[in-house]
């Protein structure tokens, strides 16, 4: 039997561990999700809670904003496809390729050695190009949290 492909993806909002939304990136029934560790963005982007809804967005916009800390996990094609729809992608949220520092690893199977450099991965990441201009003036985050102090707590999707 053929092994199934894996991608590397970076998470930074309501999928990371303690987050509304984590439980979708271990429900078997979506894929399979392997945690593999923790990062943050090689490049500076504009985090910030908008929406009605506060969602969290990370604008396409590199080199502005602050390097962005989340969770590197391994996907198979059945939950990249999953969370492509979960994200509204391509509409809300777009699918890119980012470099991703890795600051702790965990994937015990393998190892960040061998890559291009040994302290980063390249990962899928959901940005937007499609945000609301006014979105620019709201604060920057550098790492995402529901319950923080910023009082935005992130209403699901059933309750909205």
Same mark, same amino acid.
């Given at each position: 039997? /053929? !092994?199934? @492909?894996?991608?590397?993806?970076?998470? %930074?909002?309501?999928? =990371? @561990?303690?987050?509304?939304? %984590?439980? $979708?990136?271990? *429900? +078997?029934?979506?894929? =399979?999700?392997?945690? &593999?560790?923790?990062?943050?963005?090689? *490049? &500076?982007?504009?985090?910030?809670? /908008?929406?009605?809804?506060?969602?969290?967005?990370?604008?396409?916009? +590199?080199?502005k904003g602050h390097h962005i800390a989340? !969770? $590197? %996990?391994?996907v198979d094609d059945q939950m990249l496809?999953?969370?492509?729809?979960?994200?509204?992608?391509? *509409?809300?949220?777009?699918?890119?390729? @980012?470099?991703?520092? $890795?600051?702790?690893?965990?994937? =015990?199977?393998?190892?960040? !050695?061998?890559?291009?450099? /040994? #302290?980063?991965? !390249?990962?899928?990441?959901?940005s937007t190009t499609s945000y609301l +201009?006014?979105?620019?003036?709201?604060?920057?985050?550098?790492? %995402?949290?529901?319950?923080?102090?910023?009082?935005?707590?992130?209403? #699901?999707?059933?309750?909205?």
């Open positions: 039997m /053929a !092994e199934r @492909k894996m991608h590397d993806i970076f998470v %930074y909002g309501t999928l =990371k @561990k303690g987050q509304p939304n %984590y439980h $979708i990136m271990t *429900d +078997p029934n979506h894929g =399979k999700a392997v945690f &593999k560790g923790i990062g943050r963005t090689i *490049d &500076k982007y504009p985090l910030v809670i /908008a929406h009605k809804a506060n969602i969290p967005f990370l604008l396409n916009i +590199p080199g989340g !969770e $590197i %996990y391994s496809q999953f969370l492509d729809e979960f994200e509204s992608c391509p *509409d809300m949220y777009q699918r890119t390729i @980012k470099r991703i520092e $890795i600051l702790e690893w965990g994937g =015990k199977d393998d190892s960040p !050695e061998g890559r291009a450099a /040994a #302290n980063t991965i !390249e990962c899928f990441v959901y +201009p006014e979105w620019l003036n709201l604060p920057y985050l550098d790492c %995402y949290d529901s319950y923080g102090t910023h009082g935005l707590r992130y209403i #699901n999707r059933l309750d909205r």
